[in-house]
């Protein structure tokens, strides 16, 4: 396989670094600071096995910053050989359905759609790089194995290994029976499907064991609204408009999708849209074609983040990672099948080329937003106005930078977005102890141990300007 497709191979790993050996130096950002940096527990070898579920994430930690120390370099640099492992696993999977012609093809829009970059520049997003590619490479050697074993068990090992990234990997057994009943019809047996059920439905079931302790957590720690979201029948509509919006033309990427207000109308329009999208992938199933299958992969792979709870954004780009694929496949389909045409070659080619191109250059004008945390949170200024926890980050860059003025404002607006939100009150009262406030500061930290009586950040510099303002005898 290698020796045979070396040039396409070549040319994905040239891609591959060109776009992402750029971001190798960039910062930790986020949720990077909370689980790595200020993380001395990875370190810990007993830090790796303390919960099964996750052994393999926690593993690369450790070995990583045991053999290089906490810097964002050796991270990222798995991520993008992760991400390149995913595009040549786009490849061997497309040109064993249709053809390589289309599989290279696909296999560049893998690796350079903008879609794609949380999952590989944010170090705490690749999770969900890991897990897209041990499932791609899980369906292909389930697709080779027929009556060998051999290659079936490996499938079944990388099915496993990508669980412990992530539970959302459970998809795959919807993923092989949809492959199962349209395309390979005749394979026979079905009890090599048992083990991939069997898998899926004890990290499903040990996952919402701790469902309520996750729905605390995120109400305590980061003052989440938590509540019963609208309907699945609400919510895809709007996710899946979105996701298939930013697949196209991907020009407002931002880690906070917050601007999901819909009309009346504008909802009946997204609805429509996922109707037709569930009717063509329906009728095209039924009649056995390849397109239903990849069509399908889209609403499968991302069935895990359209449960009713409020445990994950409506629309996130790290979540369509892998849900994503089987419409780049498409895409790519239809691109080659267009250009094949005698009348329309040279035109089919040259929008072939510069829809690449333009993906390509969008991603690495997006890899700049990444550079650091000062960088993201006025990317996401534009296109995240609504977004509370972007507020609270781009007060504390202005309190950072001494606009204590600006970084007022945006703790405000942040509270007022999300009236519990603790985290921006402390960072409120902080301002206005630079700002000689004291008695303002005085108030919003009580708001903020109010709301979160865990902040002991608050209660120490409350009880600090108290006793201030007592030597001062005020």
Same mark, same amino acid.
């Given at each position: 396989?290698?020796?045979?497709?070396?040039?396409?191979?070549?040319?994905?790993?040239?891609?591959?670094?060109?776009?992402?050996?750029?971001?190798?130096?960039?910062?930790?950002?986020?949720?990077?600071?909370?689980?790595?940096?200020?993380?001395?527990?990875?370190?810990?070898?007993?830090?790796?096995?303390?919960?099964?579920?996750?052994?393999?994430?926690?593993?690369?930690?450790?070995?990583?910053?045991?053999?290089?120390?906490?810097?964002?370099?050796?991270?990222?640099?798995?991520?993008?050989?992760?991400?390149?492992?995913?595009?040549?696993?786009?490849?061997?999977?497309?040109?064993?359905?249709?053809?390589?012609?289309?599989?290279?093809?696909?296999?560049?829009?893998?690796?350079?759609?903008?879609?794609?970059?949380?999952?590989?520049?944010?170090?705490?997003?690749?999770?969900?790089?890991?897990?897209?590619?041990?499932?791609?490479?899980?369906?292909?050697?389930?697709?080779?194995?027929?009556?060998?074993?051999?290659?079936?068990?490996?499938?079944?090992?990388?099915?496993?290994? *990508? #669980?412990?990234?992530?539970?959302?990997?459970? /998809?795959? =057994?919807?993923? @092989?029976?949809? !492959?199962?009943?349209?395309? +390979?019809?005749?394979?026979?047996?079905?009890?090599?499907?048992?083990?991939?059920?069997?898998?899926?439905?004890?990290?499903?079931?040990?996952?919402?064991?701790?469902?309520?302790?996750?729905?605390?957590?995120?109400?305590?720690?980061?003052?989440?609204?938590?509540?019963?979201?609208?309907?699945?029948?609400?919510?895809?509509?709007? *996710? #899946?408009?979105?996701?298939?919006?930013?697949? /196209?033309? =991907?020009?407002? @990427?931002?880690? !906070?999708?917050?601007?999901? +207000?819909?009309?009346?109308?504008?909802?009946?329009?997204?609805?429509?849209?996922?109707?037709?999208?569930?009717?063509?992938?329906?009728?095209?199933?039924?009649?056995?074609?390849?397109?239903?299958?990849?069509?399908?992969?889209?609403?499968?792979?991302?069935?895990?983040?359209?449960?009713?709870?409020?445990?994950?954004?409506?629309? *996130?780009?790290?979540?369509?990672?892998?849900?994503?694929?089987?419409?780049?496949? @498409?895409?790519?389909?239809?691109?080659?099948?267009?250009?094949?045409?005698?009348?329309?070659?040279?035109?089919?080619?040259?929008?072939?080329?510069?829809?690449?191109?333009?993906?390509?250059?969008?991603?690495?004008?997006?890899?700049?937003?990444?550079?650091?945390?000062?960088?993201?949170?006025?990317?996401?200024?534009?296109?995240?106005?609504?977004?509370?926890?972007?507020?609270?980050?781009?007060?504390?860059?202005?309190?950072?930078?001494?606009?204590?003025?600006?970084?007022?404002?945006?703790?405000?607006?942040?509270?007022?977005?999300?009236?519990?939100?603790?985290?921006?009150?402390?960072?409120?009262?902080?301002?206005?102890?630079?700002?000689?406030?004291?008695?303002?500061?005085?108030?919003?930290?009580?708001?903020?141990?109010?709301?979160?009586?865990?902040?002991?950040?608050?209660?120490?510099?409350?009880?600090?300007?108290?006793?201030?303002?007592?030597?001062?005898?005020?």
């Amino acid at each position: 396989m290698i020796k045979e497709n070396r040039w396409q191979i070549i040319g994905l790993i040239g891609l591959a670094l060109m776009i992402y050996l750029p971001t190798l130096n960039h910062q930790f950002i986020a949720d990077d600071i909370f689980g790595i940096v200020n993380n001395p527990e990875i370190f810990k070898w007993g830090h790796v096995w303390q919960n099964p579920l996750v052994v393999l994430n926690r593993l690369e930690y450790w070995l990583i910053v045991n053999t290089f120390g906490v810097i964002p370099w050796p991270f990222r640099l798995v991520n993008i050989l992760v991400h390149l492992m995913t595009a040549i696993g786009g490849f061997v999977l497309t040109e064993k359905l249709i053809n390589k012609t289309v599989a290279t093809v696909a296999a560049v829009l893998i690796i350079v759609h903008p879609l794609m970059i949380e999952s590989v520049t944010w170090i705490s997003g690749n999770g969900y790089s890991w897990y897209g590619m041990l499932l791609v490479w899980s369906l292909i050697f389930y697709l080779r194995a027929g009556k060998n074993w051999q290659q079936w068990l490996i499938s079944v090992g990388l099915f496993l290994a *990508a #669980l412990e990234f992530s539970e959302k990997a459970a /998809v795959l =057994p919807g993923i @092989l029976l949809v !492959y199962r009943l349209a395309i +390979d019809r005749k394979r026979g047996q079905w009890w090599d499907l048992a083990p991939y059920v069997f898998l899926s439905g004890l990290w499903l079931w040990l996952n919402l064991m701790g469902v309520g302790a996750r729905l605390n957590y995120l109400q305590t720690e980061y003052n989440s609204n938590i509540s019963i979201k609208p309907t699945i029948f609400v919510q895809m509509p709007v *996710a #899946l408009t979105n996701y298939l919006g930013l697949m /196209v033309w =991907p020009d407002k @990427l931002t880690l !906070y999708h917050s601007e999901l +207000d819909v009309t009346k109308s504008k909802f009946i329009f997204m609805a429509g849209i996922t109707m037709v999208y569930f009717l063509i992938t329906g009728w095209c199933l039924l009649k056995g074609l390849r397109a239903g299958f990849f069509m399908s992969w889209l609403i499968i792979g991302l069935s895990p983040t359209l449960i009713p709870l409020g445990v994950a954004w409506i629309v *996130a780009e790290r979540y369509v990672y892998f849900a994503s694929i089987g419409i780049y496949i @498409l895409i790519a389909w239809g691109l080659v099948s267009w250009s094949q045409k005698q009348e329309e070659i040279k035109i089919g080619w040259a929008v072939t080329v510069i829809i690449i191109i333009s993906f390509l250059i969008r991603t690495m004008v997006r890899n700049q937003d990444w550079q650091d945390q000062d960088h993201l949170w006025l990317a996401a200024e534009r296109t995240s106005p609504s977004s509370s926890q972007n507020h609270n980050n781009l007060g504390d860059l202005y309190g950072r930078r001494g606009d204590f003025n600006l970084s007022e404002r945006h703790f405000k607006q942040a509270i007022e977005l999300n009236p519990n939100y603790a985290d921006a009150m402390h960072n409120l009262a902080n301002i206005y102890v630079r700002l000689g406030q004291l008695e303002e500061a005085i108030k919003w930290y009580e708001s903020a141990l109010k709301n979160k009586p865990s902040l002991w950040q608050s209660e120490q510099q409350l009880k600090a300007v108290k006793d201030y303002l007592q030597t001062q005898g005020q």
